[in-house]
């Protein structure tokens, strides 16, 4: 609580809307640092080019715990009324096909998103998957969220 209450003491009424947002500030100057998924940074130096880009993207220090991946998932609602279309759909996203899309996205556009399938490589300079040095803290570990909420809520930051 007291780490929670020191972020919202040093943010005063400087609290932001998004991930774009926060990048944004920081590249202009606007505020000092922000935490973001790393994404957002490469989506705004490839949106303005390294030419605009006056910060730059960092890690907490190996096995910190604020040093975390963030986990995008995806299931079939057992209450779906379309339970075989729901499974064809993921099993295309883990699927080679599905896998070049999420690491390379489309056109001009780039997700910046690790990829899940062995042999599946980003086109982007993040930081090599095998080279992330999070806090060894499980799925399980991290809950439901439900604690990380009544926590921002009680130090009025939700």
Do not use: C
Request: charge should be negative.
């Amino acid at each position: 609580m007291t780490w929670l209450n020191g972020i919202k003491s040093n943010a005063a009424s400087h609290i932001v809307p998004d991930n774009e947002t926060i990048t944004d500030e920081v590249n202009r100057g606007q505020v000092a640092f922000g935490v973001i998924n790393q994404y957002y940074w490469y989506r705004l130096k490839a949106e303005i080019g390294a030419s605009g880009m006056h910060s730059l993207i960092t890690y907490f220090a190996p096995r910190d715990p604020g040093y975390v991946i963030d986990v995008s998932g995806a299931a079939v609602l057992k209450s779906s009324q379309h339970q075989a279309a729901a499974q064809k759909f993921l099993a295309f996203l883990v699927s080679q096909q599905g896998q070049d899309i999420i690491a390379r996205a489309s056109g001009n556009e780039q997700s910046y998103e690790y990829p899940l399938a062995a042999g599946v490589t980003t086109s982007a300079p993040e930081t090599p998957f095998d080279q992330l040095q999070p806090y060894p803290i499980t799925i399980a570990e991290l809950g439901d969220g439900s604690t990380a909420i009544a926590l921002l809520q009680q130090a009025g930051l939700l």
